[in-house]
């Protein structure tokens, strides 16, 4: 069976997260990638920033919910989930749009593992870590690949 060590692609463009969103959607588009791994200074692990965290950016602003009951109105809506919205509509920097700690996968991690991880969590890219460190990245199309080469057989 095919683990992540197989399929990964070992070479990862990573952005720091002072990266700014813009340089950060025009690595995903020049190198048609689904997501970028942001790590600090040290190379740890802080975040992923993929392509639907900066579609975000291109949205309406979430409007709250409210309801009356006997004169007194309700949120429906988390002010903090509001918030981190409206922060991640107007980021300037990768920091304030990433997703912070990813799913996350091993080297040892199995093919079906990772499938139904991304199928599960609506997910396109997963970091590898070996115990901690950054040493692959997982996307969708290094599953599809798998496919194509069943087709050779």
Same mark, same amino acid.
């Given at each position: ?7 990964? &692609? ?16 025009? %690595? ?40 009356? %009951? ?38 040892? &991690? #199995? %093919?079906?593992? *990772? ?16 115990? #901690?460190?950054?040493?692959? *990245?997982? #996307? ?14």
């Amino acid at each position: 069976m095919l683990k992540a060590k197989d399929i990964m &692609t070992r070479e990862v463009i990573t952005v720091y997260p002072e990266t700014e969103i813009v340089q950060a959607a025009r %690595l995903l588009l020049d190198r048609h990638i689904s997501g970028l791994p942001v790590v600090d200074e040290d190379g740890h692990l802080k975040g992923i920033i993929c392509q639907s965290d900066l579609m975000a950016q291109q949205r309406k602003i979430p409007l709250p919910s409210f309801f009356v %009951l006997l004169d007194s109105t309700f949120s429906l809506t988390s002010p903090k989930n509001i918030e981190k919205e409206l922060t991640k509509m107007a980021a300037l920097k990768v920091s304030e749009a990433m997703t912070p700690d990813p799913i996350t996968i091993d080297p040892e &991690t #199995g %093919l079906e593992d *990772i499938a139904t991880l991304m199928v599960k969590n609506r997910i396109h890219t997963l970091p590898v870590l070996d115990q #901690g460190r950054l040493v692959g *990245i997982v #996307g969708k199309e290094d599953i599809l690949r798998t496919l194509m080469s069943d087709e050779k057989r």
